[in-house]
Nanobody, 120 residues
Framework: QVQLVESGGGLVQAGGSLRLSCVAS????????MRWYRQAPGKERDMVAQ???????NYADSVKDRFTASRDNARNTVYLQMNSLRPEDTAVYYCNADLRDWTGRMRNYWGQGTQVTVSS
């Protein structure tokens, strides 16, 4: 009934930029926190950025001043602008959201992930 669908990943050279998007589709009655996580091969999934409904953000130290999260509440969409990319940013990036679904309950959802590869 509810899906989070990411897009915008790809291959980019070090120093380049990418913009990820994540849209929540289906029966959604409101979205609270939206987050971006990433997982590199052999590593744990770590939170990269978090944004609340009012647009306040938090970032992992490793991406501060390089990544910017934003959202469009009317479109149930969150974005992650990634600048000055480094090879160590290579990972699968996942969207995560706390949203009120068709049951009327606030639940946590994950997207399927989008691959970001940064070449040196």
């Amino acid at each position: 009934q509810v899906q989070l669908v990411e897009s915008g990943g790809g291959l980019v050279q070090a120093g380049g930029s990418l913009r990820l998007s994540c849209v929540a589709s289906g029966t959604v009655f409101g979205i609270d926190l939206m987050r971006w996580y990433r997982q590199a091969p052999g590593k744990e999934r770590d939170m990269v950025a978090q944004i609340n409904r009012e647009g306040s953000t938090n970032y992992a130290d490793s991406v501060k001043d390089r990544f910017t999260a934003s959202r469009d509440n009317a479109r149930n969409t969150v974005y992650l602008q990634m600048n000055s990319l480094r090879p160590e940013d290579t990972a699968v990036y996942y969207c995560n959201a706390d949203l009120r679904d068709w049951t009327g309950r606030m639940r946590n959802y994950w997207g399927q992930g989008t691959q970001v590869t940064v070449s040196s």
